[in-house]
């Protein structure tokens, strides 16, 4: 099988203090680097952000088809074309995917590691050739009417946050695009992979997650060395949209002061303006 080129670097946004230690953001299936958003205040305090947008998604170009090694060889030219070397990494879904086969491929880029309802594998690959299908037929509609019951619990599903990210999958997202990244989905299977993770790795599942339920998260802590585990109440497939305080509060605890972060990357208690995470 011929290997889908890199292409150019994604569409990216940089936010924070130019030699803050950099973090590189991933976004999930159907939102654009913009998912993101609950949580840049505050890691923006501390890193050098770097948000990232899948083909057809946000600014990035569509691609006719890509795999996640593909997507993630892109996110190594971003960190090469803004002169970052090793990288914090945190990912939601797809984007913790391609996160985590950057830390099993490249462990010497990945200083630590954040998978928010991510997998080892999304389920049969069929699946998403279905869904590919169905997108490159019918567009985003079909896809889109059924979102809100993988992204949100249903007291959530309504909220203005939920029906701005609905909304963008509905009118923003390229169908070919997000197809291209369906078949990444379809393609990726890191199983066999983990224990080759070094990075300190936290994993973080919305317990009523239908997309990547708790298992999947339990099999990435599993076989990745030394990995931890946050069980989130009250959030489904993101989890960092429906629990933006906790998911906010994980990640400055993980990213700032991994086993063995220096003292330097060691990051004093939160701005009083964050208050207590849940
Ligand atoms: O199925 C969805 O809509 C959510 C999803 C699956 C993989 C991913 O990145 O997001």
Redesign the pocket.
């Known amino acids: 099988m011929t290997r889908p080129p890199a292409g150019p670097p994604p569409h990216h946004t940089l936010d924070g203090p130019d030699g803050a230690p950099p973090l590189v953001l991933g976004p999930?299936?159907?939102t654009e680097l913009s998912v993101w958003d609950p949580q840049l205040a505050a890691l923006k305090r501390e890193f050098r952000v770097v948000r990232w947008d899948l083909p057809g998604h946000g600014g990035s170009p569509s691609v006719a088809t890509t795999t996640v090694p593909a997507l993630a060889r892109g996110v190594l030219a971003l960190a090469d074309g803004l002169g970052i070397g090793r990288f914090s990494y945190a990912g939601?879904?797809?984007?913790g995917a391609v996160g985590a086969w950057l830390a099993a491929h490249h462990p010497e880029r990945i200083a630590s590691l954040v998978l928010i309802c991510s997998s080892a594998r999304?389920g049969a690959p069929e699946a998403w050739h279905e869904r590919a299908a169905l997108v490159r037929e019918s567009g985003l509609g079909p896809?889109a009417d059924t979102?809100a019951g993988?992204?949100f619990t249903p007291g959530f599903a309504a909220s203005p946050e939920a029906t701005a990210l609905l909304g963008t999958l509905r009118r923003r997202i390229a169908p070919a695009g997000y197809a291209a990244c369906c078949d990444a989905?379809a393609g990726y299977d890191l199983r066999g992979d983990l224990a080759r993770i070094t990075a300190p790795t936290l994993v973080v599942a919305g317990r009523t997650d239908p997309?990547t339920p708790p298992p999947h998260a339990r099999e990435l802590v599993d076989g990745i060395p030394g990995a931890g585990l946050l069980e989130l109440p009250g959030a489904a497939?993101l989890a960092n949209v429906e629990r933006p305080a906790a998911v906010q509060a994980a990640l400055l605890g993980h990213l700032a002061a991994p086993p063995d972060a220096p003292e330097a990357l060691r990051v004093p208690a939160p701005h009083p303006s964050e208050g207590t995470a849940p």
């Open positions: 999930s299936l159907g939601i879904s797809l984007g999304f896809v979102a993988r992204w989905l997309v497939h």
